[in-house]
């Protein structure tokens, strides 16, 4: 199971950092966990994945020099640091994590992750 956290009101400009914590026995440097988000009326867009076993970390275009996405090992957890937030950042963002290990646009592909946590809510007051 994924648990995501971190959501809240920010002004435009600030941070944020969510957590994904996995439960169960294997490590998080195992997974393959991204973090998805959406807004009512659209459909759930990629923002950032940590390809599990040392693959490597992307991100979606419009959050690349604003977020970060990390392991804490010790925790078991997924984080994504979130800076200069905009408002057009405001939605609820989903941790997500795959069986398989993916690389490039494979990794965007939403139907390919097969476990949810839920979302958590992060507004971005303008």
């Known amino acids: 199971q994924l648990q995501a956290s971190g959501g809240g009101l920010v002004q435009t400009g600030g941070s944020l950092r969510l957590s994904c914590a996995a439960s169960?026995?294997?490590?998080?440097?195992?997974?393959?966990v991204a973090w998805f988000r959406q807004t009512p009326g659209k459909e759930r867009e990629f923002v950032s994945v940590a390809v599990g076993s040392g693959g490597n970390v992307l991100y979606a275009d419009f959050v690349k020099g604003r977020f970060t996405i990390s392991r804490d090992s010790a925790r078991n957890t997924v984080n994504l640091q979130m800076n200069s937030l905009k408002p057009e950042d405001t939605a609820a963002y989903y941790c997500?994590?795959?069986?398989?290990?993916?690389?490039?646009?494979?990794?965007?592909?939403?139907?390919?992750?097969?476990?949810w946590g839920q979302g958590t809510l992060v507004t971005v007051s303008s």
């Open positions: 997500a994590k795959r069986r398989n290990r993916c690389v490039g646009s494979a990794c965007y592909n939403v139907d390919a992750y097969d476990v």
């Open positions: 169960g026995r294997t490590s998080i440097n195992q997974l393959t």
